[in-house]
């Protein structure tokens, strides 16, 4: 039977997106960044495992400060990092030297990065923009680089050398004059938002985007935009939990939660139904509500995903799910699209609706540190029922994830008919 036109267009338009260039770019770097984001994974674990005797144990043996320094110099840093990866890639794709254009993203990325006064005097670079707050800064950056890279060279606009220079010479003066006019345009853009109310390009972005929500109160119909837009933004590359949870929610929703607390310590009933902790609460496995996806990814018939799903499950039982988000990759990968931003957008809305109907309780306002595993999550800030609800999403997260695994399949068959391409029997 011959496919309808709208899925023909469908088909068309995912194949555009998947091998548009600039996509490709990111989607490759990322993935390039898999050993830094697993490393940094496993050892945000290990630095933040929430047993008190065990973060005494680190503190009383001086080992504390050790077990940060892979965190700080992994996951804080993922902006540094990808500046470099994505125009490595995106200037490779166009047949040039990836190296030299990831050396001069990355300066350009650190030249628009506000810097800060160190103690006792000179400057620091705020590591505030270099880690996940700081990607989607160091993304323009890096497409920008490594697109004007090519076409300068193309252009001409290069020291030329005489024959029989050896070839990593001839292209360290080759991009020269390319890295000048980056420093140049960086300094321009860090003087153009230092004079504004941003102070820095990472700061418009935060800005642009919190300023429409800062009025944004907590009701139902916020709580559940909010999830959708923490999403919808991650999916773009920007750290939704901190642009709209911790910047705009969180300072809204703790004094509730708060309230909460002291009701609940008083053994009443506590009165808010949306609280900070309702954010929290239905992102099992990190933002995406990632833990289902991971489970269904032990199952995959693909090597890589059974290996991805490995290595992220015991991170992910623990919230840590930046390899799933930027391994897999979650960013601007339209396959996830529809899971990613709809399974947490519905856990949201089904939370809040068996709350106000009394089948779940209303969350008693504490806040589990972070790193606490989900189920005891639930358990600490709502007793057996929200536990136990817990449980039920992320079964019903995996079954979703396979359901939605096995229509990419009839997809994929679907497009080799419509190429005329014949047909295997899986084993």
Not at 139 to 159: N, P, S
Not at 279 to 284: A, E, K, S, W, Y
Not at 361 to 366: A, D, E, H, I, K
Request: hydrophobic share 55%; charged share 10%; glycine share 10%.
């Amino acid at each position: 039977m011959q496919p309808s036109k709208l899925q023909e267009i469908m088909l068309k338009a995912s194949s555009f997106i998947q091998n548009n260039l600039y996509i490709k770019s990111i989607s490759g770097g990322l993935m390039s960044l898999m050993p830094v984001l697993i490393i940094g994974a496993i050892f945000s674990l290990i630095n933040g495992l929430p047993l008190d005797a065990y973060q005494e144990f680190l503190v009383s043996t001086g080992l504390k400060p050790f077990v940060e320094l892979p965190v700080i110099f992994t996951n804080n840093m993922l902006a540094l990092y990808a500046s470099f990866a994505i125009a490595f890639r995106l200037t490779n794709e166009l047949g040039k030297d990836g190296f030299s254009a990831g050396v001069l993203s990355m300066l350009s990325f650190l030249i628009v990065t506000p810097l800060g006064v160190a103690e006792g005097g000179g400057v620091a670079i705020m590591q505030q923009w270099l880690g996940a707050t700081g990607f989607f800064a160091a993304m323009l950056v890096a497409v920008f680089v490594g697109r004007m890279f090519c076409v300068i060279l193309d252009k001409g606009l290069y020291i030329r050398m005489p024959a029989g220079v050896p070839p990593q010479i001839e292209r360290s003066f080759a991009a020269l004059v390319p890295g000048f006019l980056f420093v140049i345009a960086a300094l321009i853009i860090n003087a153009i938002f230092a004079a504004t109310q941003f102070v820095s390009i990472h700061g418009f972005i935060f800005g642009f985007i919190q300023t429409p929500l800062t009025n944004i109160g907590a009701s139902p119909i916020a709580y559940i935009l909010v999830v959708f837009l923490i999403h919808l933004l991650w999916w773009f590359g920007i750290h939704g939990v901190i642009v709209l949870g911790v910047g705009v929610m969180m300072p809204i929703l703790t004094p509730l939660g708060l309230e909460n607390l002291a009701y609940f310590q008083e053994g009443l009933t506590p009165p808010n139904v949306i609280i900070w902790g309702s954010i929290t609460l239905v992102l099992m496995g990190g933002s995406g509500t990632t833990l289902g996806l991971v489970i269904a990814m032990l199952r995959a018939k693909a090597a890589r995903y059974r290996t991805l799903g490995r290595l992220a499950i015991v991170p992910g039982i623990f919230g840590i799910n930046e390899p799933i988000i930027f391994g897999t990759p979650m960013v601007l990968n339209t396959k996830f699209l529809v899971p990613f931003l709809g399974i947490p957008t519905f856990t949201a809305f089904m939370t809040w609706l068996l709350t106000i109907i009394g089948i779940l309780p209303t969350l008693n306002g504490f806040g589990p540190p972070l790193g606490t595993p989900a189920v005891v999550h639930g358990f600490l800030m709502g007793g057996w029922r929200v536990a136990a609800w817990q449980v039920v999403l992320s079964l019903f997260h995996f079954l979703v994830i396979m359901r939605i695994s096995k229509k990419q399949m009839q997809k994929h068959t679907l497009k080799n008919r419509i190429r005329g391409k014949p047909q295997h029997r899986a084993c």
